[in-house]
């Protein structure tokens, strides 16, 4: 099956750096999500993001579907994006369409 | 609100006992999954359901673990005679109807503790 390797496995920034998180597959993906775990345990989506690249705000994300890479960008970082990011792909062609998830990436923002 | 419900969010039962957990997903989706999430790891795909129908199970669904989703709406999740090594979070997902690709949506999951 897909294997999903992400980096750094943690990351301690300053309040206003920047960052780069990376995720790698073994496999190529038509499906690919980033995640921000927030403190209660909940998946919040960032981007769906496939092949491409996209922006909301602080964050954007690239991904290079034939080298089979993403890369979530953080700007200006805020001690409210602490915690954990996970990437997740899968290939929708197979019959469910389930995503592999990394191990994550945890992020701590100091002020 | 018309995201994915989990419930209960929380439970604490001894080990031996039974646990069921509910999952409603977004209305118009009609592909539901249930993930296993242990701390300091990465969701685990546990299986999934297109409409009532049970697709795929992981082979971490051991034959203590159930689920069902009886009219193609809400899930259950049952696990029979837990163990303390079932202490995890439990996570639904939802995709909506169409292709296999799209957006996935999760719910805030239920935190099981087995003492």
């Known amino acids: 099956g897909i294997q999903v390797e992400q980096s750094p496995p943690d990351l301690i920034l300053q309040e206003g750096a920047n960052s780069t998180l990376r995720c790698n597959f073994s496999?190529?993906?038509?499906?690919l999500q980033w995640f921000h775990q927030n403190p209660w345990g909940q998946l919040i989506n960032l981007f769906y993001i496939p092949s491409g690249t996209k922006q909301n705000g602080r964050l954007s994300a690239t991904t290079v579907a034939t080298e089979r890479y993403s890369l979530l960008y953080i700007s200006s970082s805020q001690t409210t994006d602490s915690g954990v990011y996970f990437c997740a792909g899968g290939r929708g062609s197979s019959n469910t369409g389930k995503l592999i998830f990394g191990q994550g990436t945890t992020l701590q923002v100091k002020p | 609100d018309t995201g994915v419900s989990q419930n209960p969010r929380h439970k604490i039962t001894k080990r031996g006992q039974n646990v069921t957990f509910r999952c409603d997903p977004i209305s118009e989706h009609n592909r539901l999954y249930w993930y296993r999430q242990t701390l300091g790891q990465g969701p685990e795909f546990l299986t999934y359901f297109q409409n009532e129908a049970q697709l795929e199970k992981s082979r971490l669904l051991s034959d203590r673990f159930s689920a069902e989703r009886p009219k193609g709406s809400f899930s259950t999740l049952e696990i029979q005679r837990t163990e303390q090594g079932d202490s995890a979070m439990y996570l639904c997902?939802?995709?909506?109807?169409?292709?296999?690709?799209?957006?996935?949506?999760f719910g805030e999951g239920s935190r099981l503790t087995v003492l």
């Open positions: 496999d190529s993906v038509n499906n």
């Open positions: 997902a939802s995709r909506q109807t169409g292709p296999l690709t799209g957006e996935l949506f």
